[in-house]
Each structure stands twice: as structure tokens, then as C-alpha cells.
């Protein structure tokens, strides 16, 4: 099993509502998946270093956990959501789960 971690920027660079993206989302993994958990009331803020300083970013998190990792399908997910959102690269993750 995997949890997957969507970091979805709050204020996308692109001129969409963000609420409508992350409704989108959540109804499309509920329908691939079985379900997401997003966590919407706390942004997290995220920090990196560029070649320019240090840049900041808050951060909505969306979580779904697969039984099998297909790595193509997720990546051509994160492209999609990165053309979306007008976002240069976007943060998608896989950790390994085992359930208690």
C-alpha cells in the first residue's frame, strides 16, 4: 500500500479558483481511488532555496492511499494539475504504508 501526497499550491499562478481544483481532485481520486483526505483550513508554508533567495509558498496537501503504485498514471496526473494550476513543477509524492 502507498499514500500519495499532492502538494497543491493556495494561490495557483494560473487565474482559476483553487476550491473548484481541489473539488476536482477530490472527485476524481473518490472515483479512481475510493477516496482523498485534504487538509484546507492550516496552508502549509513551504520553503526552498532558487537561485534567486529563498522563496515561499503555502501549500494545500491532499492525501490518497492506493493498494498499487502506477507510476505513469501519477506522473501524467502531476502534468496535467501542473498545466492546470500554471505551476513550473508541482510536488507529488509515494510513501510506502503498512496499516496497523
Not at 18 to 47: C, V
Amino acid at each position: 500500500m502507498h499514500l500519495i501526497q499532492l502538494f497543491i499550491p493556495a494561490a495557483p499562478h494560473a487565474a482559476i479558483d483553487i476550491e473548484d481544483i481541489i473539488a476536482m481532485i477530490q472527485r476524481e481520486m473518490t472515483e479512481r481511488h475510493g477516496g482523498a483526505t485534504s487538509y484546507l483550513n492550516s496552508p502549509a508554508k513551504g520553503f526552498w532555496s532558487s537561485g534567486e533567495g529563498t522563496e515561499e509558498d503555502t501549500v494545500i496537501v491532499i492525501e490518497v492511499m492506493v493498494n498499487s503504485l502506477d507510476r505513469a498514471w501519477w506522473r501524467q496526473y502531476r502534468r496535467k494539475l501542473e498545466q492546470l494550476l500554471g505551476q513550473e513543477e508541482l510536488l507529488v509524492r509515494a510513501l510506502p504504508v503498512e496499516t496497523l
